[in-house]
């Protein structure tokens, strides 16, 4: 599917050769016969959105969308693991998933990264890419839902991916859900994460009682991204 390597294109991080490659990203739209009518223009109204806009303030949108907090995170098993153990084994086999592809990744990248996840299954065939978007689609439903509540327009992107898994999921169902999170962007929540932590002898107190009331100060005032139930959002990408 053409369209999804576009799509994984346009959810990386902006830069010159976007705008410069305006005509050939809707010439290859035109030609995606994965797309409806609605999609594609959904996806050239994005192309052109972008790349009417400056550079610098796009990028600048970006970062401060997909880097500041993780509920926006475009690292798949971050909606899904957090910082568990699972997480680890999740990245080996997905990588292992790739390789036996043919797919052999630098280092600039981790395997659970959204747009190479789609440049992987726009190489396969359209069965096993709608299988694999069926795999993530919760994930790209509440991913999506966050997007909308930022009104962000990336999160057009997030619709045409679950329009074309044909899944039947859709980030309008999470918008409610999502309306009630506490936003963990805001320079409160960010903060609270990495305030320093007042120092305690250990003669004060027990150790074990020391380290857990230095640990829920310091994330006392964190937001928690609801994370996914593993056995649903991530059947096929660890362990197909």
């Given at each position: 599917?053409m369209?999804?390597?576009?799509?994984?294109?346009?959810l990386?991080?902006?830069?010159?050769?976007?705008?410069?490659?305006?005509?050939?990203?809707e010439?290859?739209l035109?030609?995606?016969?994965e797309?409806?009518?609605?999609?594609?223009?959904?996806?050239?109204?994005?192309?052109?959105?972008?790349?009417?806009?400056?550079?610098?303030?796009?990028?600048a949108?970006?970062?401060?969308?997909?880097?500041?907090?993780?509920?926006?995170?475009?690292?798949?098993?971050?909606?899904?693991?957090?910082?568990?153990?699972?997480?680890?084994?999740?990245?080996?086999?997905?990588?292992?998933?790739?390789?036996?592809?043919?797919?052999?990744?630098d280092?600039?990248?981790?395997?659970d990264?959204?747009p190479?996840y789609?440049?992987?299954?726009?190489?396969?065939?359209?069965?096993e890419?709608?299988?694999?978007?069926?795999?993530?689609?919760?994930?790209?439903?509440?991913?999506?839902?966050?997007?909308?509540?930022?009104?962000?327009?990336?999160?057009?992107?997030?619709?045409?991916?679950?329009?074309l898994s044909?899944?039947g999921?859709?980030?309008?169902?999470?918008?409610?859900?999502v309306?009630?999170?506490?936003?963990?962007?805001?320079?409160?929540?960010?903060?609270?994460?990495?305030?320093?932590?007042?120092?305690?002898?250990?003669?004060?107190?027990?150790?074990?009682?020391?380290?857990?009331?230095a640990?829920?100060?310091?994330?006392?005032?964190?937001?928690?991204?609801?994370?996914?139930?593993?056995?649903?959002?991530?059947?096929?990408?660890?362990?197909?």
């Amino acid at each position: 599917m053409m369209a999804l390597r576009i799509i994984g294109r346009l959810l990386d991080y902006p830069d010159r050769a976007l705008f410069e490659h305006q005509q050939e990203l809707e010439e290859a739209l035109s030609d995606a016969r994965e797309l409806n009518e609605q999609l594609r223009a959904q996806l050239l109204a994005v192309v052109r959105d972008f790349s009417a806009r400056p550079l610098l303030d796009l990028q600048a949108d970006y970062c401060e969308l997909f880097d500041r907090g993780r509920a926006t995170s475009l690292l798949l098993f971050e909606h899904v693991h957090g910082e568990s153990r699972d997480r680890g084994q999740a990245m080996v086999d997905l990588l292992e998933q790739y390789r036996a592809a043919g797919l052999e990744l630098d280092s600039r990248e981790l395997p659970d990264f959204l747009p190479l996840y789609l440049e992987y299954l726009s190489s396969r065939s359209p069965e096993e890419a709608r299988e694999g978007l069926v795999d993530i689609a919760p994930i790209l439903a509440l991913l999506g839902a966050r997007l909308r509540q930022r009104n962000s327009r990336w999160a057009d992107l997030l619709d045409v991916l679950l329009a074309l898994s044909d899944s039947g999921v859709a980030a309008d169902a999470l918008e409610p859900q999502v309306a009630q999170e506490a936003r963990d962007d805001t320079p409160q929540a960010l903060d609270a994460v990495w305030e320093e932590e007042q120092i305690r002898f250990l003669g004060e107190q027990g150790c074990a009682s020391a380290q857990q009331e230095a640990h829920q100060r310091r994330f006392a005032g964190a937001v928690a991204p609801q994370y996914l139930d593993v056995a649903q959002a991530t059947t096929g990408m660890t362990g197909r």
